[in-house]
């Protein structure tokens, strides 16, 4: 009998960072023009809260995820008692690199629901080890598994050696590759090289570098407590004077008073995570 095998081999998996997953009891979920360059996911436990974005409020509604993509400007708002909330911010490549600005609501499909409810037995008991730091990655997989294609770009017209020149600089931002060692890497002329990244992937590779280190720079000031000029160097800037300047073009505001903005936010004092 011949039988028909349904398989899949060779799968480039996307880049995933947890930056922090927590379980918190908040009093007062009441924060302003919140915009990270990261991903958030919210679950919330025990009550409904309130987003708003461009205008309209979305409903946080209890044992639902909401998952909130970089660079989205947002309110959040619960009332009534404490809002017991889940929540992880993380960052992830390939086709999620892109993604900005949307919100987008997922009924946990039941395998995500029980992590959830055991990554929070882990952090209840103060155990934060590879088990536990596993399943929020397992999370996060799922819920970007479960992300509609409307909101991914498709880079699938784009040539494989392009794709990795792109994936190249993202993963090694610190690197001040020309754009004639790219060429070369991916088998290219110079010219062709350069014209064929830019009208596929809508940024120069120098812009590309740039963005990616005001990222990275970007979560260090909101997750660490490391002094400028170390984040600075840590994110490929030759100085904190460049740094900064190139820091406000981006975010509008200086590297320390960005800092002093979001510090309530990214770190709660007293609350059960893995970080």
């Not at 360059?37 to 309130?50: H, V």
């Not at 002329?189 to 590779?205: E, K, M, Q, V």
Request: hydrophobic share 40%; with cysteine; glycine share 4%.
């Amino acid at each position: 009998m011949n039988r028909k095998i349904h398989a899949f081999t060779h799968t480039p998996y996307p880049t995933m960072e947890v930056l922090i997953c927590r379980h918190d009891w908040i009093e007062e979920w009441k924060f302003h023009n919140n915009r990270t360059p990261f991903w958030r996911l919210f679950f919330a436990c025990n009550q409904t809260g309130r987003v708003r974005w461009e205008g309209n409020w979305y409903e946080l509604k209890q044992h639902e995820v909401m998952l909130i993509a970089p660079e989205t400007e947002f309110d959040c708002y619960a009332e009534n008692d404490e809002l017991e909330l889940f929540y992880i911010h993380f960052v992830i490549g390939d086709a999620f690199a892109e993604c900005r600005n949307f919100i987008c609501r997922l009924p946990p499909p039941p395998a995500m629901a029980r992590l959830i409810d055991e990554v929070i037995e882990h952090l209840r008991g103060d155990d934060t080890g590879r088990q536990a730091r596993f399943q929020a990655l397992a999370i996060v997989a799922l819920v970007a598994g479960a992300l509609p294609e409307k909101y991914l770009r498709n880079f699938k017209h784009i040539e494989p050696r392009l794709l990795r020149a792109y994936e190249t600089i993202r993963h090694h931002f610190t690197s001040d590759y020309t754009n004639a060692e790219l060429a070369r890497m991916s088998g290219m002329s110079l010219s062709a090289f350069s014209r064929n990244f830019t009208g596929g992937f809508g940024i120069t590779p120098r812009q590309l570098a740039i963005q990616e280190r005001l990222r990275h720079a970007t979560v260090l000031l909101l997750q660490s407590s490391q002094p400028i000029d170390a984040i600075a160097k840590a994110s490929g800037f030759c100085d904190r004077y460049y740094f900064s300047r190139a820091f406000r073009q981006y975010r509008g505001c200086s590297p320390a008073a960005f800092r002093r903005e979001h510090s309530s936010l990214s770190s709660p004092p007293e609350v059960k995570a893995l970080a």
